[in-house]
């Protein structure tokens, strides 16, 4: 995940890999992580991981699944699924490309795959947690 994700080493810049995110679960190429420095964990930043259709879900401090994000073979972002905030009124809504910069587009209706996804991390995270 590079220097804010649930990896080890250190980055070019010196900055110890997993500080900021810790990894809670793991099945398929779905990564459940949590922030470990702040209650609003912003998501992570994947820069190691070549790994084509990598998604990681973030975790709120509550235990609430907040996003849903799918990486691209370069590490860029290719969507974002918000689960936990109003947007232009819509919960959950959809961002597609690289949400962290100003070039995103916003697409407020799911489509059926988008919200199977859902059903799907849902599936595994109540799984998880009722163990």
Known sequence: MGGRGASSGISAKG????NEFSTI???DNIKFVKSTLSRNARIPIETMSAFENRVYVTVAANEKLKSIVFYAK???IRRQIDLDHKHMGQI???HE?????HHKKFQIKLT???QMYINKV????????DE
Not at 15 to 18: H, L, T
Request: glycine share 14%; charged share 30%.
């Open 15 to 18: 900055v110890q890999y997993g």
């Open 25 to 27: 679960l793991a099945v």
């Open 74 to 76: 370069d590490g860029g």
């Open 92 to 94: 959950p809504h959809v």
């Open 97 to 101: 490309g690289d949400v962290t910069s």
């Open 112 to 114: 059926r795959s988008d």
């Open 122 to 129: 849902r599936r595994i995270w109540k799984e998880y947690r």
